[in-house]
């Protein structure tokens, strides 16, 4: 039973390598397309402006909070396209979903549809239907924040799957 599979392995060997034998018998073609150009909020920013009234004291996860406006635009065909959208940033180490501010202790956090968006993750999309994102100011447990001006900055990136 070994002897025969040895000789049949041989067998086939000889076949593929005869000279003659071979020729061109499968064809592969297809056609190079590229997605339909989007941007968002036409290639300008996504602004989030808390303004002069985030108190100290009053960071928790749930004041301040403020949805953020912002609108894919893409080519009519890009309704038949797989989407994702991911928000690229530095997370803070106590929320994967916060973007790290200049301000220690002090992150943003972002939630699509009323949940954490856990950053630098691709979720998919409906381009027809975008989630509604938002933006509240968290803080270390426990830390207690100082006055003064923060920032924070992500990029906000959808992508053709």
Known sequence: MKLSAVMLLLLVSGIKSASGWESDN???????????????????QVDVNFGNR????????????????YQITCDPTAST???????????????????T????DLAIQIK?????????????????????????PVKRVGATLIEGPFEATATLRAVYQ
Request: hydrophobic share 40%.
């Open 26 to 44: 499968l064809k592969l073609r297809g056609t190079l397309i590229e997605p339909p150009p989007c941007t968002i909020n036409d290639g300008g």
């Open 54 to 69: 985030v108190g100290v004291k009053k960071v928790d996860g749930v004041n301040y909070q403020q949805v953020m406006n």
């Open 81 to 99: 396209w797989d989407m994702t959208l991911e928000i690229i940033g530095t997370p803070a180490d106590y929320d994967t979903a916060a973007v």
């Open 101 to 104: 501010s200049d301000v220690a």
């Open 112 to 136: 699509q549809n009323g949940m954490p968006f856990e950053l630098n993750k691709p979720i998919p999309i409906k381009l027809t239907t975008p989630p509604i994102l938002s933006a509240v």
